[in-house]
T-cell receptor
Framework: DVKVTQSSRYLVKRTGEKVFLECVQD?????MFWYRQDPGLGLRLIYF???????EKGDIPEGYSVSREKKERFSLILESASTNQTSMYLC??????????????FGPGTRLTVL | AQRVTQPEKLLSVFKGAPVELKCNYS??????LFWYVQYSRQRLQLLLR??SRESIKGFTADLNKGETSFHLKKPFAQEEDSAMYYC?????????????FGQGTILTVHP
């Protein structure tokens, strides 16, 4: 059974704190993604990675950074959390093949609240 | 740049009624379209993709390039279809499978 896990289901942080969200997949997938999910806005891509140590900005990278030191792990970092980063964060992974029809597999999400 | 629009935030139908969730896209190339679904307290998962021309849980979706639409349809809705539905587009090529999602539609099927 394919599995994407995220380190926390719920997280509460204070403004200005550095926040780490961890994502691990056990499917040997090359591609990994971080989205935030907000009502009325859908899912928006923050960053993605297509290989170890490789990363590319998505649509809303401001205020975030990522790290991919190992193939199975993709971390999202909020350098200085702000209240407008309160959201649900979803991690996903997919295999890299010649086709772009590949399904993305999602984690359960981390609901982050920044006070 | 590509864009996906789901014009309905909320959609309510009664059990047994037909349901159609609308999805329109803008993209200059040849798109690959998907529908993802998130049931209550479950993770987001793929429902169907246009390339497969499949029917999953009674749902179908036809890509209409002329109208740039990929509406999701089911002839007889069931209560278990209540969920959040997202339409998504992949640009293909070297996009690494990146998806652009719509805003989502919450479907409620009443008994």
């Amino acid at each position: 059974d394919v599995k994407v896990t995220q380190s926390s289901r719920y997280l509460v942080k204070r403004t200005g704190e550095k926040v780490f969200l961890e994502c691990v997949q056990d499917m040997d997938h090359e591609n990994m993604f971080w989205y935030r999910q907000d009502p009325g806005l859908g899912l928006r891509l923050i960053y993605f990675s297509y290989d170890v140590k490789m990363k590319e900005k998505g649509d809303i990278p401001e205020g975030y950074s990522v790290s991919r030191e190992k193939k199975e792990r993709f971390s999202l970092i909020l350098e200085s959390a702000s209240t407008n980063q309160t959201s649900m964060y979803l991690c996903a992974s997919s295999p890299r093949t010649a086709s772009s029809y590949n399904e993305q597999f999602f984690g359960p999400g981390t609901r982050l609240t920044v006070l | 740049a590509q864009r996906v629009t789901q014009p309905e935030k909320l959609l309510s139908v009664f059990k047994g009624a037909p349901v159609e969730l609308k999805c329109n896209y803008s993209y200059s190339g040849s798109p690959e379209l998907f529908w993802y679904v998130q049931y209550s307290r479950q993770r987001l998962q793929l429902l169907l993709r246009h390339i497969s021309r499949e029917s999953i849980k009674g749902f179908t979706a036809d890509l209409n390039k002329g109208e740039t639409s990929f509406h999701l349809k089911k002839p007889f809705a069931q209560e278990e279809d209540s969920a959040m539905y997202y339409c998504a587009l992949s640009a293909g090529g070297t996009s690494y499978g990146k998806l652009t999602f719509g805003q989502g539609t919450i479907l409620t099927v009443h008994p």
